[in-house]
């Protein structure tokens, strides 16, 4: 691969403007509330409170600890299509 072309790959972003836009559309969102957990809200989305990462790693910029959300947070929960 020449510098031209690995400079060109680096700069391509990762999804298409149209995939982004799929995504957020299929995407929901939460506002926590009192006594909502990751694990909680995994379990009411996906059926599967294992799948409480899920909701970790779409939310990183807003989640500092996974074991201390607050309430009015509110949250991207993805689509499990992704």
Known sequence: MTNEENKSNKD???YSYDSMMEFAARARTHV???GDSLR???L???GDAK???LIYE???S???DPKKIQVGQ???IPHLGW
Do not use: C, D, T
Request: proline share 4%; charged share 25%.
């Open 74 to 76: 509110k949250f991207i």
């Open 51 to 53: 799948k409480w990462r």
């Open 32 to 34: 926590v509330g009192a």
């Open 62 to 64: 807003r989640i500092m």
């Open 12 to 14: 391509a972003p990762l």
């Open 58 to 60: 779409a939310n990183l």
């Open 44 to 46: 009411e989305y996906y």
């Open 40 to 42: 909680k809200l995994a």
